[in-house]
Every structure is written in structure tokens, then in C-alpha cells.
Nanobody
Framework: QVQLVASGGGLVQAGDSLRLSCAAS????????MAWFRQAPGKERAFLAA????????YYADSVKGRFTISRDNAKNTVYLQMNNLKPEDTAVYYC??????????????????WGQGTQVTVSS
């Protein structure tokens, strides 16, 4: 059974850092490009970052470029999102997602085949 389990969220203060993890089971994460999205209350789910399976190139939304870093550890079958200098507007539920596309990296929900359950990040001012 294919499963993605996101963890690492919590309540932090503005300026703090958090590292989210997304553990895959039932499939080899190295065969998928991986991404992180987030959904704030009352807003649509939005793309944050992705890492391509073929060359590990990374892609970021402008809103998090320079503060967030996506990485993967294929041996641990886990993808990470390091978030630095967190701001109150980063408060959201964070989701990881997997795509079996060979080369294309998309930023839409329809571009991803599997989703984790989400982990809450709350940043207080």
C-alpha cells in the first residue's frame, strides 16, 4: 500500500526554524519526484517546492525561495522541507506529494499522484 506520512509540524515563533519530514512506504521514493504544498485556512493548496527524481534539481515558489529547502534521502525513503526564518503567514497545513512523471515538474495538484495526510505548522508573531 502506497503511503506518505508527513511529520515535524508544530507551534513556533516568528524567526524560528522547523524541518518537516515525509516518509514513504509501499514504494521507493527514488522513483518519484517529490513536492511540498501548503494550505492556509480559507485558501487553496499552494505549491512550495519540488525535487526531481532524475537529477534532484529543485524548484521553489517565490514566496519561500531562500528560506525553505527541499531535500531527499533515498536510503531513508524520506523527503524533507527545511524551513528557516518562519513568518506568521507560513501558518498552514503542509502536505507532501509524489509524482511519477519522468521529467516534468508541475506546481498543480493534478501533477501529483500520491499525497500525505498533512502536518500543521503554526507560527506566532
Amino acid at each position: 500500500q502506497v503511503q506518505l506520512v508527513a511529520s515535524g509540524g508544530g507551534l513556533v515563533q516568528a524567526g524560528d526554524s522547523l524541518r518537516l519530514s515525509c516518509a514513504a512506504s509501499g514504494f521507493s521514493l527514488s522513483s518519484y519526484s517529490m513536492a511540498w504544498f501548503r494550505q492556509a485556512p480559507g485558501k487553496e493548496r499552494a505549491f512550495l517546492a519540488a525535487i526531481r527524481k532524475t537529477d534532484s534539481n529543485t524548484y521553489y515558489a517565490d514566496s519561500v525561495k531562500g528560506r525553505f529547502t527541499i531535500s531527499r534521502d533515498n536510503a531513508k525513503n524520506t523527503v524533507y522541507l527545511q524551513m528557516n526564518n518562519l513568518k506568521p503567514e507560513d501558518t498552514a497545513v503542509y502536505y507532501c506529494a509524489a509524482s511519477d512523471s519522468f521529467f516534468y515538474i508541475g506546481s498543480g495538484l493534478q501533477d501529483y499522484d500520491y499525497w500525505g495526510q498533512g502536518t500543521q505548522v503554526t507560527v506566532s508573531s
